[in-house]
């Protein structure tokens, strides 16, 4: 089981900002990657939309293990000068980043949406345990790294094989 994220709008973030922050970013390079709401090409539109809104980036780094406490301690260092940290990660990234880095603002850029079973071969994840609010996209197929709704179902059914384990059956 993976986290499952969804993008908030811009739109939403920049309510989170103020005019004259200098703003870092982490961005997840393993279950938001997958999600489509990390990885590098969500660190370009991030980057995009801020650029277009005049926001002064900082430092950036996509990272494998954001909700890796001691991991971004470790490898993960902001200036002085930066007031505000986006993270494009799921919540627990996010709460890595509040405890790591407790002298910043931290801004959200996902939303926690549920757990999703990934399959790898066929390219794509299953939200299997929906979050509130997302209880009516429960068997919603995604494509991998775009995060993008999948219109058809190639995942037919999850069926326990026994405690604790799970088999795709056809």
Request: hydrophobic share 35%; charged share 30%; proline share 5%.
């Amino acid at each position: 089981m993976a986290p499952f994220t969804r993008r908030r709008p811009f739109e939403d973030i920049k309510k989170e900002l103020r005019p004259h922050d200098v703003i870092g970013i982490i961005n997840c390079n393993t279950c938001s990657k997958f999600m489509g709401t990390g990885g590098p090409d969500s660190l370009d539109w991030i980057k995009s939309e801020l650029r277009k809104e005049g926001y002064r980036r900082a430092e950036e780094y996509i990272f494998v293990t954001p909700c890796f406490q001691d991991a971004v301690k470790k490898n993960i260092h902001f200036g002085e000068t930066t007031t505000t940290i986006i993270l494009q990660s799921c919540s627990s990234g996010v709460l890595s980043a509040k405890l790591n880095f407790p002298d910043k603002r931290i801004v959200t850029a996902n939303i926690d949406a549920g757990e999703a079973i990934v399959f790898m071969s066929k390219g794509r994840a299953k939200l299997v345990t929906p979050a509130k609010g997302f209880e009516d996209k429960v068997d919603t197929e995604y494509s991998l790294m775009t995060g993008e709704e999948m219109k058809d179902r190639i995942i037919t059914e999850l069926k326990p094989e026994k405690k604790g384990d799970i088999k795709e059956v056809k």
